[in-house]
């Protein structure tokens, strides 16, 4: 028999970190004690089915295949009320163990039956509360038993769900899980705010970088003088435009230098075949995403290498960033650009303006960059004192 007990001490019945409120020790609880599994099926009815996706939680398959693929198989989807959970064992590989999600949804939505979905059996008790606590991953230690005792010889998972349901957990009063989860909420607040403030500030780059590069806002130069009138030029006779050459399997995470390959972003190799400054633009994949880089560096044979820039490249890597993959997008609405020719890359035309009015620009936008790399490094500072707080919060 597996054994999904979780390593409790029996003398460890209190939290590192708790509020004064609370004195009595927690109780240990099994899964099946908590929660009782859902069966109930579709049937006849029109519910929205959704899948449970790492990292994400709940997402409509209409949304992420074009359809709800139900149809006919309404037998294999289990019906999920509000504040009930499903645990997508598939995800368990990749993303850690705990691929447990709770429905928020004030409306009843389906998931496919494959996935473990499960219910508070004491509507008292709070399930934000028990939605942390498997956010935290609390579960993983069983869960990777479980794996490792069940998993097939084609590599996918077999989660027995009498083991699932064997699980142990540490369980507060009810009242102690309202305070924890109020608390919790609270910080999530908190953290969704500064991601809120990310995107306005990356919003409001984007904003302002459009009425600049159309011209609906000018700078002056250092007199107070307006600028000449813009000119526009090709890619090509401002900059050097060539390609990679190693294929995506010559990449190594471990490796020394960045490795530009046609993904948002880098991994690492053990070459470099590059030693400048540079805008990198993915011409296939992420089509006509750009990046900015200098040193030495590798670059997949689909990925532009733009360099020797006889202009600002700040400037210039604004300018595309603002334009480029919009121009980029439309032609893929069209089905006529499923990658990017070097020949649409040389044609492309660029404003091209005196070189002080070029820094101005760039200064002003990279201010904006400036505040919008601040507002990630609280992002990242509040996640971490989140998880570690989390950690002393449950047993």
């Known amino acids: ?40 099926t579709i049937g ?27 149809g006919q198989q309404n037998s294999k989807y289990i019906v999920l009320g509000s504040n009930d959970f499903s645990y997508n064992k598939g995800n368990s590989k990749t ?35 028990f939605s942390k606590l498997f956010e935290s991953h609390y579960l993983d230690i069983g869960l990777r038993k479980i794996i490792s005792s069940t998993s097939r010889a084609d590599g996918l998972l077999n989660v027995n ?57 000018r700078f002056k130069d ?14 090509s006779d401002i900059c050097t435009i060539k390609t990679g050459k190693k294929d995506v399997n010559e990449g190594n995470p471990k490796g020394a230098y960045p490795f530009f390959t046609c993904a948002k972003k880098p991994t690492y190799c053990d070459s470099y075949s590059f030693d400048c400054e540079a805008i990198l ?26 360099s020797n820039f006889m202009c600002n490249s700040d400037y210039l890597f604004a300018f595309l960033n603002s334009f480029f993959q919009i121009y980029v997008n439309s032609k893929k ?29 760039a200064n002003f936008l990279n201010s904006i960059d400036k505040f919008i790399e601040l507002k990630e490094k609280e992002i990242v500072k509040a996640e971490e004192w989140k998880v570690g707080l989390t950690q002393k919060l449950f047993i």
Not at 44 to 70: H, L, M, P
Request: hydrophobic content about 35%.
């Open 1 to 40: 028999m597996i054994d999904t007990k979780l390593k409790i001490n029996n003398k460890n019945l209190f939290p590192e970190l708790r509020f004064p409120d609370f004195k009595e020790p927690w109780q240990r609880k099994k899964l099946n004690e908590v929660f009782k599994e859902i069966t109930e």
């Open 44 to 70: 006849d009815r029109n519910i929205e089915t959704y899948s449970v996706t790492a990292g994400k939680g709940f997402v409509s398959q209409k949304e992420k295949f074009g359809k709800n693929i139900s």
């Open 95 to 129: 993303y850690k163990c705990g691929c447990i999600y709770l429905n928020t949804e004030d409306r009843k939505i389906a998931v496919p039956n494959v996935f473990i979905s499960f219910r508070l059996i004491d509507k008292n008790n709070d399930a934000f509360y």
């Open 161 to 217: 769900k009498k083991n699932f349901f064997n699980l142990e957990i540490m369980l507060p009063s009810q009242p102690e899980q309202k305070k924890i989860s109020i608390f919790l909420s609270t910080i999530d607040k908190w953290i969704e705010n500064l991601y809120n403030q990310k995107v306005f500030l990356q919003e409001y780059k984007k904003s302002i970088a459009q009425k600049i590069f159309s011209q609906e806002i």
């Open 222 to 235: 250092d007199d107070g003088n307006s600028f000449d009138d813009w000119k526009w030029n090709k890619l």
């Open 281 to 306: 633009i993915a011409g296939n994949g992420e089509v006509g995403h750009c990046q900015k880089y200098s040193g030495k560096f590798e670059a997949y044979q689909r990925t532009y290498v733009l």
């Open 333 to 361: 609405q069209t089905g006529a650009m499923p990658y990017i020719k070097l020949g649409m890359l040389e044609n492309y035309t660029i404003p091209i303006l005196s070189l002080l009015e070029q820094q101005k620009i």
